[in-house]
């Protein structure tokens, strides 16, 4: 779902812009800037990543305008680079699509929250959670973060940018339920499905282009 021209307006809007400015700063300022810079290899993946990224969010399809359905995939996206680079990386793939005028740029930081900073920021306390709570293992990170994860992301950004219309008198609840959320079962699988198996190809053959995943204590020493 994304927000286009003309549909947010008023002291709405100016909540987005906080909180999609101060999750971009905490992004910038946590980010490993000295190894992004100086390892070409991290460089290398950062691009590549966005680039895959950008190609998914132009495949879409919709009926009104914001409630257009694509792949989110920002829980793989957070999982590889972790949650601050993972938002530089997609504020990146919107602001290229709103340039390419797929997105508009009054619903820009609207879009940000409810598809870069929320899904980074709850892939990742997903990701901790299931570091700490639960046994250190190669499956359950898999199931419990790349397929699980990605489902209850897309199912809460989703959730969010359907509430942000709704309480801003953008489209009626009905609507929005008829066009959008009736179909949010038929979305996590699918989005689940392509999170887990990009994962699991990266985990098996290249571990160590994965951020939060440590192959030494998952792997080598079970």
């Not at 990224?53 to 305008?65: D, E, F, H, K």
Request: proline share 4%; glycine share 8%.
């Amino acid at each position: 779902m994304n927000i286009t021209d003309g549909l947010l307006t008023g002291s709405w809007l100016w909540v987005i812009h906080v909180l999609f400015v101060v999750g971009l700063m905490a992004a910038s300022i946590k980010a490993p800037w000295d190894l992004l810079v100086n390892e070409r290899r991290l460089q290398h993946l950062f691009f590549a990543v966005t680039v895959v990224l950008m190609v998914m969010w132009v495949m879409r399809a919709g009926i009104s305008p914001g409630l257009s359905i694509h792949f989110l995939g920002v829980t793989a996206l957070t999982l590889i680079l972790g949650w601050d680079l993972a938002i530089l990386s997609a504020t990146l793939v919107l602001l290229a699509m709103t340039v390419l005028g797929k997105e508009s740029w009054q619903g820009f930081t609207a879009n940000g929250i409810c598809l870069v900073v929320l899904p980074a920021l709850l892939t990742h306390v997903i990701q901790s959670w299931v570091g700490r709570l639960l046994p250190k293992n190669f499956f359950v990170y898999l199931f419990g973060c790349g397929f699980l994860g990605a489902a209850v992301v897309v199912a809460v950004s989703g959730t969010a940018m359907s509430l942000l219309l709704w309480v801003s008198d953008v489209y009626p609840w009905a609507k929005i339920q008829h066009e959008y959320i009736n179909y949010l079962p038929l979305i996590m699988f699918p989005e689940a499905l392509m999170n887990g198996m990009l994962m699991t190809g990266i985990m098996v053959f290249y571990p160590d282009w994965i951020r939060t995943f440590d192959a030494r204590v998952y792997i080598d020493e079970q």
